[in-house]
């Protein structure tokens, strides 16, 4: 076995050598496992790296031990991206300028291309839904409201058009953001705060969009509960096309089926999917990770709160760190070694399945750090080994926006 880590060229360390170690990952396997996940950043245009299996060291948490990062250009040098309006046109995804987070966002998030043409009545009823004092909120008025929050950078984990946990989190991370009375349930003041804005209030939030041999033929597997057979795995891909879609598109996979009840996920075909917008551009200076909330809280340099994402922050028995640390290293698909009690070693390929998803973000603690997930649908409703784990989709967004040295702070 061999260990691959892909790492994105708008982040390459010259010169840098770094090692990641990861441990215990309670949400990502059935296994209580102790794990460590080794990578080197290289400066190669290939992308794709070997490395050799080249430590002993003792990990009891999820996560790594590294060596501060570099980027190509210095984090010293003022960003000069101006704000990106969170309103598509027929294109989500798709930034323009050529500031290092947008360069950065477009490489880690796919562009999606969509149609209002043709939509079923369902989507029309989510399109146009308006939600007033008083009202229930059903799954339309449901899915209008956690666009809006996602849209505004107050994020909900998988859309799924239900009031629950996550949706309240994220209103009240906008809440916070706008200045508004913090609440436990909607209010017209917040409501009319999310949609002030025409048009973005009047953007589509179920869209068609026709599938491509890309979206379909995709590797899959199925993923074994045992470490040291992921290990013989060739990559820990999505274990079937919907799984991938539901990613790609922020959505439960659940949701995405009943909105799409007959249709065969075949190339060609036109389905109704959630649209995603656009995510923060403005680069983040310092986050927040409050076990309380379960949220992450990013911070611009100037200390106005950009974005919210739902997380799972460590668990009674293997808590998170206290204080404030540094981001020092940023991974695109990592990999992540299993270390059994007889001390042997299993090497788990990157993809969205890894334990730590398609992210790591090391801290100046060792052993800690921010990464994605494999299952988006448990995001603040498990535990954690320590980290601070958030969906692949967040994850990837604030990878593509996190400065080097930023400040990561435990509360």
Same mark, same amino acid.
Request: charged share 15%.
């Given at each position: 076995m061999?260990?691959l880590?892909?790492?994105?060229? @708008?982040?390459?360390?010259?010169?840098?050598?770094?090692?990641i170690?990861?441990?215990q +990952? %309670?949400?990502?396997?059935?296994? $209580?496992?102790?794990?460590t996940?080794?990578?080197t950043?290289s400066?190669?245009?290939?992308n794709?790296?070997k490395?050799?299996?080249?430590? *002993?060291?003792?990990i009891?948490n999820e996560?790594?031990?590294?060596t501060?990062?570099?980027? @190509?250009?210095?984090?010293? !040098?003022?960003d000069?991206?101006?704000?990106?309006?969170?309103v598509?046109?027929g294109v989500?995804?798709k930034?323009?300028?050529?500031s290092?987070?947008? !360069?950065?966002?477009?490489?880690f998030?796919?562009?999606?291309?969509?149609?209002?043409?043709?939509?079923?009545?369902?989507?029309?009823?989510?399109?146009?839904?308006?939600?007033q004092?008083?009202m229930?909120? *059903?799954? $339309?008025?449901?899915?209008?409201?956690?666009?809006l929050?996602?849209?505004?950078?107050?994020?909900?984990g998988?859309?799924d058009?239900y009031w629950?946990? $996550?949706?309240r989190?994220?209103?009240q991370?906008?809440?916070k953001?706008n200045?508004?009375?913090?609440?436990?349930?909607?209010?017209?003041?917040?409501?009319?705060?999310l949609?002030?804005n025409?048009?973005l209030?009047?953007?589509?939030?179920? %869209?068609?969009y026709?599938?491509?041999?890309?979206? %379909?033929n995709?590797?899959?597997?199925? &993923?074994?509960?045992?470490?040291?057979?992921?290990a013989?795995?060739e990559?820990?891909?999505y274990?079937?096309?919907?799984e991938?879609l539901?990613?790609?598109f922020?959505?439960?996979?659940?949701?995405?089926?009943s909105? *799409?009840?007959?249709?065969?996920?075949?190339?060609?075909?036109? &389905?109704t999917?959630?649209n995603?917008?656009?995510?923060?551009?403005?680069?983040?200076?310092?986050v927040?990770?409050?076990r309380?909330?379960?949220?992450?809280?990013?911070?611009d340099a100037?200390d106005n709160?950009v974005?919210?994402?739902?997380?799972?922050?460590?668990?009674?028995?293997?808590?998170?760190p206290?204080g404030?640390?540094?981001v020092e290293?940023?991974v695109?698909?990592?990999?992540?070694t299993?270390?059994?009690?007889?001390?042997s070693?299993a090497i788990?390929?990157p993809?969205?399945? *890894?334990?730590?998803?398609?992210?790591?973000i090391?801290? +100046?603690?060792?052993s800690?750090g921010?990464?994605?997930?494999?299952?988006?649908?448990?995001i603040?409703r498990?535990a954690?080994?320590?980290? %601070?784990?958030?969906?692949?989709?967040?994850?990837?967004a604030?990878l593509?926006?996190i400065? $080097?040295?930023?400040?990561?702070e435990?509360?």
């Open positions: 061999y260990q880590t892909k790492i994105s060229t @708008a982040l390459l360390a010259i010169g840098l050598s770094t090692t170690f990861i441990g +990952s %309670v949400a990502a396997t059935t296994e $209580n496992m102790t794990a996940d080794e990578s950043p400066s190669s245009s290939s794709v790296v490395t050799s299996d080249s430590t *002993n060291s003792t009891a996560s790594a031990t590294n501060p990062a570099m980027e @190509a250009t210095s984090s010293t !040098v003022k000069k991206s101006t704000d990106m309006s969170p598509t046109n989500s995804q930034l323009t300028g050529k290092k987070t947008t !360069v950065s966002l477009n490489k998030l796919p562009t999606i291309k969509y149609s209002t043409e043709n939509l079923p009545e369902i989507a029309q009823k989510v399109n146009s839904a308006n939600w004092t008083g229930n909120i *059903n799954r $339309n008025t449901g899915t209008k409201l956690q666009a929050l996602n849209w505004q950078h107050s994020g909900v998988p859309v058009g629950g946990k $996550n949706t989190k994220a209103m991370a906008f809440q953001a200045g508004l009375t913090v609440t436990e349930t909607l209010n017209t003041e917040t409501w009319q705060a949609t002030k025409d048009k209030m009047a953007q589509p939030v179920l %869209v068609s026709q599938l491509t041999e890309a979206d %379909v995709i590797k899959t597997t199925t &993923i074994p509960p045992a470490a040291k057979e992921k013989k795995l990559g820990m891909y274990e079937s096309v919907t991938g539901a990613e790609k922020h959505i439960s996979e659940k949701y995405l089926k909105l *799409n009840p007959t249709a065969s996920f075949s190339a060609g075909e036109t &389905i999917v959630y995603p917008g656009n995510p923060n551009t403005k680069p983040v200076s310092r927040v990770a409050d309380v909330t379960e949220t992450l809280y990013a911070y100037q709160l974005a919210s994402y739902p997380t799972t922050v460590g668990s009674t028995a293997t808590p998170s206290t404030t640390h540094t290293v940023k695109h698909e990592p990999n992540y299993y270390t059994a009690d007889d001390g070693k788990i390929p993809g969205p399945n *890894n334990p730590v998803g398609m992210v790591w090391g801290l +100046s603690k060792p800690y921010i990464h994605g997930s494999p299952d988006p649908a448990r603040s498990q954690s080994a320590g980290c %601070v784990r958030l969906t692949n989709w967040d994850a990837l604030l593509g926006v400065q $080097n040295g930023a400040t990561v435990f509360k």
